[in-house]
């Protein structure tokens, strides 16, 4: 089983809403990622868990907050966001807590809409 | 600081002809090259990757790419292109040691009936 899975497909939210995005994968995998990919842009790293423990936040703003509740679902709680925000959020995983040569699965993404 | 340079944003070929998409980078310690392929509406999948040693990588769908050291480079190569091969295309290196891919802006191959 080499597949991420993420829920939902598909989220419109206002900007005072709270939402949650979530990420699963069963491949024993000790790292996941949260990128943010913007129409006809390449994905951009947001974190990087690594063994659960939050190891990179690229100055990610705080409207978004990630949470790995163990070392299979990662979650990124949404609260506040701007029309801006609106992207396809992709979740990934590699089998090493390290980096480096591992390869990052990625899942079907979430495509969030922010009125 | 490192970066990949993908100069092709789209490139439109006939089916059944062969394609390259170019991808160089840009690195001052050693990396990990990797060529991705994202299909509409999905997330990305590794096509193939150069880790060490031989510097021709296959994929199991007929693509291959060829690291050249000296010109820096990790072009993407398929003989013959099929419909389904229309996707967006991104190149990336990893730094040797960290989790961040640097991506390039990808090349969106179109194949025309």
């Known amino acids: 089983d080499t597949e991420v899975t993420q829920t939902p497909k598909h989220l419109v939210m206002g900007m005072t809403n709270k939402k949650s995005l979530k990420c699963e994968q069963h491949m024993g995998h000790r790292a996941m990622y949260w990128y943010k990919q913007k129409a006809k842009k390449p994905p951009e790293l947001m974190f990087v868990y690594s063994y659960e423990k939050l190891s990179i936040n690229e100055s990610v703003p705080s409207r978004f907050s990630p949470e790995c509740p163990n070392s299979s679902l990662l979650n990124l709680h949404l609260h506040a966001l701007q029309p801006e925000d609106s992207a396809l959020y992709l979740c990934a995983s590699s089998q090493s807590g390290t980096g480096g040569t591992d390869t990052q699965y990625f899942g079907p993404g979430t495509r969030l809409t922010v009125l | 600081a490192q970066s990949v340079t993908q100069l092709d944003s789209q490139v439109p070929v006939f089916e059944e002809a062969p394609v390259e998409l170019r991808c160089n980078y840009s690195s001052s310690v050693s990396v990990y090259l990797f060529w991705y392929v994202q299909y509409p509406n999905q997330g990305l999948q590794l096509l193939l990757k150069?880790?060490?040693?031989?510097?021709l990588v296959e994929s199991i769908n007929g693509f291959e790419a060829e690291f050249n050291k000296s010109q820096t480079s990790f072009h993407l190569r398929k003989p013959s292109v099929h419909i389904s091969d229309t996707a967006e295309y991104f190149c990336?290196?990893?730094?040797?040691?960290?989790?961040?891919?640097?991506f390039g802006t990808g090349t969106r191959l179109k194949v025309l009936a």
């Open positions: 990336a290196v990893i730094p040797s040691g960290t989790y961040k891919y640097i």
């Open positions: 150069y880790l060490s040693g031989s510097t």
